[in-house]
């Protein structure tokens, strides 16, 4: 079976393409590289001794992606590719709009008429915005409150539609909360371009002496400590949810909608302790006041995933926080 994996050089996308090698998939990666490096895909190959053809391309360039598709024939989609920082997106609407949903219009109007009818694609905890009550099920109210919510939002009823209109089609939403760690290799990892806005990646970089100390943002919620509760999920686990997804799809047409969530809440300052512990360095830290649009608590009802996919996560907080560490350690640089 051939999938294309658009956005699969980066953090999700390349965790994901290793676990679809794994199961005996072919992988055909898209990406045009804005946030990421084909790095990540040569270090798979010599990894897996195998090769991903990849395509330096923007799903939005249908010529393009029509081209790719002759070539491939492709069984299904993964779609990553899009852009993912929430403060950008209130500075840059246009370009997350575009990319994200413009994205996700061009690819699917390509897989029509290329007659591909599976697609995976990645959707966020965002979605549900300040949920009234925790652990957080499928069915709850949807809120966003930041243009990339929205963007994932708006794709969402995109895709609800599109498979009203044709039950022929076979699409996962799947949404993640928030994925953390990497490859046990420690030569695969998340590489954020610039300082990271995420918690995991901003700790590991304090540990490494790239950045200071960690702001804690908010010590003032209601939560055990004060601080920020989240379902933190080992980026191996959440691409192996992915390939149980392809599966379900494949067996049957349908629309799908996924939590891809640990079920388990930790605090800010639980994750710092893990991260002390797995690193066996101190982090030091300083709480300021919340940051502008965080909820105080959310985390997954994971309990559907186990029905429909027979998926849950296998990793805990110590693996993610170790696995994180290797990474950040052996690559102090990143790619
Ligand atoms: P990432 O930035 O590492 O990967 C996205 C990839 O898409 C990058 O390699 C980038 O170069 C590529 N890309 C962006 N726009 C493109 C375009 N128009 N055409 C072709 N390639 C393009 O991010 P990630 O963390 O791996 O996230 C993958 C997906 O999962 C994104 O859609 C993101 O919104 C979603 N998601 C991420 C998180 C998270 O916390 N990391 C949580 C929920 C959902
Ligand atoms: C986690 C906790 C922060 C950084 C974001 C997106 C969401 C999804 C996942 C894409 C919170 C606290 C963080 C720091 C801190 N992405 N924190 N100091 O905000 O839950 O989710 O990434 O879909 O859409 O919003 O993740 O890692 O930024 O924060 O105290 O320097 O860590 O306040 O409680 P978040 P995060």
């Known amino acids: 079976m051939k999938i294309l994996v658009t956005g699969g050089s980066g953090y999700i996308g390349s965790h994901t393409c290793i676990e679809l090698i794994k199961a005996g998939y072919q992988v055909v990666v898209v990406d045009n590289l804005c946030n990421s490096s084909i790095e990540s895909l040569k270090r798979i190959e010599n990894l897996y001794s195998c090769k991903i053809p990849f395509h330096k391309q923007d799903v939005r360039n249908q010529e393009a992606m029509r081209s790719i598709f002759d070539q491939y024939n492709f069984d299904g989609v993964i779609h990553f590719a899009g852009l993912k920082a929430v403060g950008d997106s209130v500075s840059m609407p246009i370009e997350y709009y575009s990319s994200n949903v413009g994205g996700a219009i061009a690819l ?25 009550k ?16 929205r963007s994932k939002l708006v794709i969402e009823d995109f895709l609800r539609d599109v498979f009203i209109s044709e039950n022929s089609w076979s699409i996962g939403l799947l949404r993640y909360f928030n994925p953390v760690g990497a490859h046990n290799s420690g030569i695969i990892g998340e590489d954020p371009r610039n300082t990271p806005n995420n918690l995991m990646p901003y700790i590991s970089q304090v540990a490494i002496g790239n950045l200071e100390k960690l702001r804690v943002f908010g010590g003032d919620y209601n939560t055990p400590d004060g601080t920020g509760v989240r379902d933190y999920i080992h980026v191996v686990d959440l691409a192996k949810g ?12 349908q629309l799908m909608t996924v939590n891809l969530g640990s079920g388990q809440g930790y605090s800010v300052l639980d994750v710092i302790k893990a991260f002390e512990e797995a690193s066996g360095i101190k982090i030091p830290y300083e709480v300021v006041s919340r940051r502008a649009g965080d909820v105080s608590t959310c985390y997954a009802d994971p309990s559907y995933a186990l029905e429909i996919l027979g998926w849950s996560a296998e990793y805990k907080l110590n693996q993610m ?7 950040q350690s052996m690559n102090p640089n990143g790619y």
């Open 242 to 253: 992915h390939v149980k997804a392809l599966q379900v799809l494949k067996n049957k047409s």
């Open 134 to 149: 925790v652990p957080i099920k499928e069915d709850f109210p949807l809120s966003v409150a930041n243009p990339y919510g």
């Open 108 to 132: 699917m109007e390509v897989m029509k008429e290329q007659n591909c009818r599976a697609l995976v694609f990645s959707s966020s905890a965002t979605v549900y915005g300040d949920p009234h």
């Open 321 to 327: 926080c170790e696995d994180s560490w290797r990474w």
